[in-house]
């Protein structure tokens, strides 16, 4: 597939070559052009390069061209909702691992990404302070390096987290992750027969300075168990969290 390069793009890229750094560039998708423009304003003052798009259409054809670092997302939008991008952009191959922040008006709408069913990393719900969601941006950039630097491979008990393909596989099974689930299984994954807190696990998976219930943990957990289909790999510690087995069960 051939991917059309257009004049913005260019110029951007030519703007980041006369500074000589490489600026965090962010996808702003929001349709309430006042509230683009504030939230351009703002991110460009802390640093990022920043692309707007006022339809989800629009919004899908930027972040595949463009690439950016992180894609706000708003879910109410004109000609393609924004539920639509996020499946879009998990699906695709280059756009599969940018990070998403999504804002949301709606109570139910917040429900149903809590279960991160979509695939967004994290969620803010309007009307929301700029400060709130620099915050939320900067967690989510964080977790994000973090996992390039870390080791690529690691493997327990047939659970085998590939970093740099984003695959996980349980006994040769290809494991359907949200980037969540994958970050949450990663963590445990890592460190067989540590104990950690829901606290930590939401700290590692759904990043730091997140307002997030610790029942949402418990949901992650239950799913990861299932698509694991072996119950016992995820291990309940009463009254603190949970811990990956640490050896083999013994029948
Ligand atoms: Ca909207």
Redesign the pocket.
């Given at each position: 597939m051939s991917v059309v390069n257009e004049g913005p793009a260019l110029s951007t890229l030519s703007a980041n070559v006369h500074q000589g750094v490489s600026q965090p560039r962010i996808l702003i998708v929001?349709?309430?052009r006042a509230l683009a423009k504030v939230l351009a304003y703002n991110l460009q003052r802390e640093g990022y390069e920043t692309i707007v798009a006022h339809d989800g259409q629009e919004g899908l054809r930027k972040a595949q061209t463009q690439l950016p670092d992180l894609v706000i997302l708003?879910?109410?939008?004109p000609v393609m909702s924004g539920l639509d991008v996020c499946r879009e952009l998990r699906a695709g191959e280059k756009t599969r691992d940018i990070p998403i922040l999504i804002l949301t008006?709606k109570a139910e709408e917040t429900d149903q990404i809590v279960g991160f069913s979509l695939g967004a990393d994290d969620y803010v719900t309007k009307p929301f302070s700029v400060k709130v969601l620099l915050q939320r941006i900067k967690a989510l950039q964080r977790r994000t390096e973090t996992a390039t630097d870390a080791g690529e491979i690691i493997e327990h008990l047939g659970v085998r987290i590939d970093r740099v393909r984003h695959r996980a596989t349980c006994k040769g099974q290809v494991l359907e992750l949200t980037p969540t689930e994958f970050r949450l299984l990663e963590t445990l994954v890592r460190q067989p027969g540590r104990a950690f807190s829901r606290h930590q696990l939401m700290d590692s998976a759904i990043g730091g300075g997140a307002v997030v219930l610790e029942r949402t943990i418990d949901v992650h957990i239950k799913t990861l168990r299932r698509k694991l289909g072996d119950p016992d790999l995820i291990e309940t510690v009463r009254g603190l969290g949970y811990r990956f087995r640490e050896a083999p069960r013994v029948d």
């Open positions: 929001e349709d309430e708003d879910l109410m939008l008006a």
